[in-house]
């Protein structure tokens, strides 16, 4: 009986598979510069004769760490959670898409207490790059180490005028998309729950007032609010208590969203009879409430494969150039 060869080094491999030492490399590092076929073929003939990258080694030669920050800061919203829906639907495919490129994620949550938190991170040398989630009250803070810092890219709003690389959904449309949507439906006294001073929210709030602008009728209440669900219900319970309730909401989050059902189901108020709602997001549990949530998507799964694509070809010195997404939306029971 024949016994396959064992490979112990990367010129045996590249011998046997006839390529250079340097497309070797690359292709059981994942780079895309690398043909996937290629790629393949050589991860293949690696596992075939029983060849083991020694990550230490190589992390220590080129210089890398072989993690990827990935962190949340949470500026505007200290009583956020990790378990936050729309968190754990981005950080799931964020974490898919990292291994692939065979690096742990180094996951942090911050509060920021001054300034210079994301230089800290940066400058400790424990990553090789960093995706931020969200930009919160923080806009500063993250464009000045994306002036001087090149593996960092951003989930949030595109900022035309920013050095930050950002992936993201086209917010304004997507709270135009919300709010047509209700307006064509006949309602008109409209409401937008959210808080505006996140950037995201902002947008979206842009939108929803353009829609109504365009149509020349109905009427608009902002409602700021904190985005957890405890915070959320109670500011629009006290909300409905103290005034008339609109015929259509176009919340912030798919959180908020759900909170203005409890929180109108407790005044008596039919979904969508009496008051239509859309969240924003589409997080997995929004077809699952009572009745299911009409939501404007964000497609994060393909939002987390470009954000860790952009910052890798960052990582590999490339320049790249902010994407901005479609939103959809989704048509369920609330509105």
Do not use: C
């Not at 083991?52 to 760490?65: D, F, H, I, P, S």
């Amino acid at each position: 009986m024949s016994v396959t060869p064992t490979v112990s080094t990367l010129a045996e491999l590249a011998e046997l598979a006839g390529v250079s030492v340097a497309t070797v490399s690359r292709s059981l590092a994942g780079n895309p510069v690398i043909a996937k076929a290629t790629r393949d073929r050589i991860v293949a003939l690696a596992s075939e004769h029983g060849f083991k990258v020694n990550q230490a080694a190589r992390n220590l030669r080129l210089g890398r760490t072989g993690a990827i920050g990935v962190v949340l800061p949470l500026g505007h919203e200290a009583e956020q959670h990790l378990s936050d829906p729309f968190f754990m639907s981005l950080l799931g495919p964020l974490a898919d898409a990292i291994a692939d490129r065979g690096h742990d994620l180094l996951l942090s949550r911050v509060i920021p207490a001054n300034d210079r938190w994301l230089d800290a991170i940066v400058d400790a040398g424990r990553v090789d790059g960093v995706v931020v989630v969200g930009q919160s009250n923080q806009i500063d803070a993250i464009e000045r180490v994306a002036a001087r810092y090149r593996p960092i890219v951003v989930w949030g709003a595109d900022m035309p005028d920013k050095t930050q690389i950002t992936v993201g959904t086209d917010n304004v449309a997507g709270g135009r998309l919300a709010a047509e949507h209700l307006l064509a439906q006949g309602r008109r006294r409209l409401a937008f729950f959210g808080n505006i001073e996140v950037p995201e929210f902002a947008a979206r709030y842009v939108g929803f007032q353009q829609a109504l602008a365009a149509s020349g009728s109905g009427q608009a209440t902002l409602l700021p609010m904190h985005l957890t669900s405890e915070a959320s219900y109670a500011a629009i319970e006290a909300y409905l208590s103290g005034h008339s309730s609109p015929d259509g909401i176009v919340a912030a989050s798919d959180v908020i969203a759900m909170s203005a059902l409890r929180a109108l189901a407790a005044h008596g108020k039919r979904v969508p009879q009496d008051v239509s709602v859309v969240g924003y997001d589409d997080v997995v549990i929004a077809m699952h409430t009572t009745p299911p949530l009409t939501t404007v998507r964000q497609d994060v799964g393909r939002g987390a494969g470009v954000l860790v694509d952009l910052l890798f070809r960052r990582i590999e010195g490339a320049d790249v150039q902010s994407v901005t997404m479609a939103p959809e939306l989704i048509l369920r029971g609330s509105a």
